[in-house]
């Protein structure tokens, strides 16, 4: 441990113009080659475009040590562990959500900076959703203090920690920190002698919450890059964050999107080289060389160890702020990873006397059934649907709070995405109106399993087994004893009774039975009722049918 430094990568969200890149500027002691909006375009615009990182570094505190072991002896002065703080950068403009939705895909704590004169905005707004979905802490950042009347200030200040605290009431971060900074007093035009305010309170308090996440060196590499340039007479650097694994020089590395394989020649930390790696670090990776431009954004992994899909089945939850349903064949913005491509959905369910069971997230069992829906079900949902029998059935199942613990999606992709299993996939709608004051982002889950073939449909398809439930009526023509009645008008006369044999059937006074097979050659059907059959029989029966469908037509 002695000498090494344990790095968490938190994440500078918030609505444009907040000051979440001065912040970022004045925590920050070292910086990257991709750092504090450097690109000509982001200096133009006066607005960050695309993902900054920067880092800062303190004594690794005690309670993040691990027990010693013995007598150990004291670390030699300058060897003490460190705790290096990356800070990830996100573009505020509501364009650049897909940016944004993949930066947050790599930190461990979330900085929600707000501007402390405006409160809570769109974006604001988002990127709390986006961090509930992404990680598991939350601090509030009030910035911009030196904006308000100093007389009035603290007051000020107090009411908009109000304002936050019962914003995040609600949340999964409910409780979560909040504290005042002014991290640019003047704003961007002010004299860079004034020193910014609170930034050694912001340090110790994130160094209070931050709690180093299981890194595990072990499995497959694989690393999210970000930027991608090439450094003359060395070879292309592609920097990024290991999601898993690690990494050595020499070992050679797959960038699956360009099918090659390319050996470490040399790697950095902020500017400090090392010889290995492990996940949750920040690198930058030397390779031998290749184009950059061919890899702006993207996964580069251990050779072979991953795939590319054209669809995959995912485990999805709906976004409680998205407004409207979400429906089968509806087409969605799919972002996983760096990437994010329009997909088509189809949604299914467990049997509804599975709707119960535990959630299971780490696989899909391809022997079990499951039920179509014509919508993702949620409390109050009511299914667009044609068929009478149908949509009663479902409206039934949501309104009587009857909705399945868990719920799947098959997201088709419309061109294919190369993606590790069990990573987090976001569906949105981002051609919705940005100024509109409304949620786009619609669901999020995990993908379960990948469909790598191109000719899914007929490969992979039949052997889900989804089905959708049908609904017929019929009449109870006569009954033939205790134990059997004798329907009709529920099939035709061409109808092959027998593949119906077995399915249940519910009398209207209450009784049930299951169809025992056919009775002559118009159609009609033999019903057996288990049990002593009362004589007051009303006249109507409904059968309740199963056909199985392998996608949605």
């Known amino acids: 441990m002695a000498g090494r430094r344990v790095n968490v990568n938190v994440g500078v969200l918030g609505h444009i113009d907040s000051g ?71 573009p505020g403009h509501a364009s650049l959500i897909r940016t944004i939705i993949g930066g947050a895909q ?95 309170e912001l340090i110790e308090l994130l160094t209070s919450q931050i709690s180093i996440p299981r890194r595990d ?89 991953l795939h590319t899909v054209h669809a995959a089945l995912v485990s999805v939850e709906k976004i409680p702020y998205f407004r409207g349903s979400l429906q089968t064949k509806a087409k969605f913005h799919i972002t996983v990873g760096h990437e994010t491509v329009m997909g088509r959905v189809m949604f299914f369910s467990p049997a509804p006397d599975s709707f119960d069971h535990e959630p299971v997230l780490d696989s899909f069992d391809f022997s079990q059934e499951y039920l179509f829906q014509e919508q993702y079900l949620c409390p109050g949902s009511v299914p667009a649907e044609t068929d009478r029998g149908e949509a009663d059935s479902r409206v039934g199942q949501a309104s009587e709070g009857r909705c399945p613990r868990q719920q799947w999606a098959l997201v088709e992709f419309e061109k294919p995405v190369t993606c590790p299993r069990l990573c987090l996939v976001i569906g949105s709608r981002l051609d919705a109106d940005i100024h509109a004051n ?61 593949l119906f044999v077995g399915l249940k059937v519910h009398l209207s006074t209450g009784e049930l039975g299951v169809i025992a097979s056919a009775f002559g050659q118009s159609g009609k059907f033999k019903v057996h009722v288990p049990g002593l059959y009362p004589r007051e029989l009303k006249t109507y029966v409904h059968t309740k049918a199963c056909t199985r469908m392998f996608r949605a037509a």
């Open 106 to 200: 790599i930190i461990d704590l979330m900085m929600l900076v707000i501007d402390v004169t405006k409160g809570m905005q769109t974006q604001s707004a988002e990127c709390l959703v986006i961090g509930q979905i992404a990680c598991q802490k939350l601090v509030v950042v009030l910035n911009k203090t030196d904006l308000l009347p100093e007389g009035k200030r603290q007051a000020a200040i107090d009411k908009m920690t109000k304002k936050m605290q019962k914003t995040l009431e609600n949340t999964k971060f409910r409780g979560a920190p909040i504290i005042p900074v002014a991290a640019r007093p003047g704003g961007p035009d002010a004299p860079e002698t004034e020193a910014p305010q609170g930034i050694p």
């Open 438 to 498: 409304t949620c786009r982002l619609a669901f999020h889950g995990v993908l379960l399993h990948g469909l790598e073939d191109k000719n899914y449909a007929e490969s992979a398809l039949p052997t889900l087994r989804v089905y959708k439930l049908k609904h017929k009526h019929g009449i109870v023509e006569r009954v033939m004893d205790d134990y059997s009645v004798i329907g009709r008008s529920l099939f035709k006369k061409e109808t092959n009774i027998q």
């Open 20 to 90: 979440k890149t001065a912040l970022a500027r004045a925590l920050s002691t070292t910086a990257s080659t991709a750092a504090f909006d450097k690109q000509p375009q982001s200096r133009e615009r006066g607005i960050t475009l695309d993902l900054g990182f920067s880092c800062f570094s303190v004594p690794l505190p005690a309670r993040l040590r691990p027990a010693p072991l013995g007598a150990e002896p004291e670390p030699e002065p300058g060897a003490e562990p460190r705790l290096q703080v990356t800070l990830v950068d996100c």
């Open 217 to 305: 060196p072990s499995g497959p590499f694989l690393m999210s890059v970000d930027h991608c340039f090439s450094i003359k007479g060395q070879g292309t650097v592609m920097t990024g964050t290991i999601l898993s694994g690690s990494v050595s020089l020499g070992d050679s590395v797959e960038i699956p999107t360009l099918k090659v394989v390319r050996k470490v020649k040399s790697m950095q930390m902020f500017h400090t080289p090392v010889t290995s790696a492990v996940q949750g670090d920040r690198l930058g990776i030397c390779v031998t060389q290749f184009d950059p431009k061919l890899l702006e954004r993207g996964l580069v992994c251990a050779p072979e160890s």
